[in-house]
């Protein structure tokens, strides 16, 4: 995943999913989840920009977190995709 956003106005400016198909393919259990491991990379305060940007529209409309917590001091951030509506047509 990319987030582009502007650190000046602390919005998301864009947002590219790779892999989309598989990330859109429901599992048994329920909607495939994925990691944000690359946000560890980030310094705290981009850390923290990016996570308000996730949590906010338009990307809040698109994903939604969660979290993994494997340990007491480590907490890894997933994000779902959101279900598209399906639209009906007239036809």
Same mark, same amino acid.
């Given at each position: 995943m990319l987030l582009r956003i502007?650190?000046?106005?602390?919005?998301?400016?864009g947002l590219t999913?790779?892999?989309y198909s598989? +990330?859109? =393919?429901?599992t048994e259990a329920r909607p495939r989840s994925f990691p944000l491991t690359g +946000?560890? =990379?980030l310094s705290a305060d981009l850390h923290a920009l990016a996570?308000?940007?996730l949590r906010r529209p338009p990307v809040c409309k698109l994903l939604s977190l969660s979290a993994?917590?494997?340990s007491l001091?480590?907490?890894?951030?997933?994000?779902t995709l959101q279900p598209v509506p399906v639209v009906a047509s007239d036809t």
């Open positions: 502007n650190k000046h106005e602390r919005r998301a400016i999913l790779f892999d598989v +990330l859109a =393919q429901p +946000l560890i =990379q996570l308000d940007m993994y917590t494997p001091v480590e907490t890894v951030p997933i994000a």
